[in-house]
């Protein structure tokens, strides 16, 4: 899912990255309201296992790639706001150290992957928690959900690139696939296997973590889960 340099015009990753900016401003108030300096070393932990988790990349048509993104597991575990930052910085490091999604892109990517994904993901499971639903089904579902809305929010960018950006005689400037060959290419890979992955990866680490006792390492990392403010 991560766009690479050249596929948006300069002018989208301006926008794009503009619009991350009160996200991450108000990501940082909120995370600064509810988190003391203990909860650092959490979201470190949540920023690296989605770096790790996003590094395994399964290409597909188009130039760009499909993978899991852990976006709801680590809002349920952080909050979203928290997910939030926490992706951000897995998005960054994976583009300046690794060349994994373009440093121009950064701003798309983050949005995609780093505020539809985790918002999205998390509303469907708060809203499946209102109608009893176990946490484990509501966390799949929601992982599910929320990549597949990321995958369709890249794919819209991409695919708009042609219409909007193209010489006199119609070619194209930046990303040459339209909308009706970017949404199917992308929504494809994640309906049918980056989502599935999302989901199983999300349920299973949410029903260990709602099992970790008091002695595990990551008993404090499933606090929310638990119902608990801290």
């Known amino acids: 899912m991560h766009i690479p340099d050249g ?3 300069p002018s989208t990753c301006a926008v794009m990255g503009a619009a991350m900016v009160p996200v991450l401003a108000v990501a940082t108030k909120k995370v600064n309201e509810t988190f003391d300096k203990k909860d650092v070393p959490t979201m470190a932990i949540g920023s690296a296992f989605a770096f790790t988790i ?16 852990g976006a709801t597991l680590l809002a349920i575990a952080l909050g979203p706001w928290g997910a939030s930052i926490s992706l951000t910085v897995a998005l960054l490091i994976q583009s300046l150290f690794f060349g994994d999604g373009g440093i121009l892109a ?5 949005f995609n992957m780093a505020f539809v994904a985790p918002f999205v993901g998390y509303g469907v499971y708060m809203l499946l ?7 484990v089904i509501s966390s799949a579902i929601g992982a599910y959900i929320g990549i597949n809305a990321a995958a369709l929010a890249a794919s819209i960018e991409l695919g708009l690139q ?31 296997v980056a ?16 099992k970790a006792g008091e002695d595990n390492l990551l008993y404090k990392f499933s606090y929310r889960l638990r119902g608990e403010n801290k």
Do not use: C, W
């Open 54 to 69: 996003m590094m395994f990349n399964v290409p597909i048509p188009g130039g760009t790639t499909a993978h899991a993104v």
């Open 106 to 110: 950064l701003g798309a990517n983050s």
């Open 195 to 210: 989502g599935l992955v999302e989901a199983a990866v999300t349920g299973l680490v949410v029903h260990y973590l709602i």
């Open 162 to 192: 042609p219409v909007l950006f193209h010489t006199a005689d119609g070619r194209a400037l930046y990303f040459p696939y339209g909308l009706s060959q970017s949404i199917p290419a992308m929504m494809l890979a994640h309906l049918t």
């Open 7 to 9: 596929y948006l015009s």
């Open 129 to 135: 928690q209102k109608f009893k639903v176990g946490k």
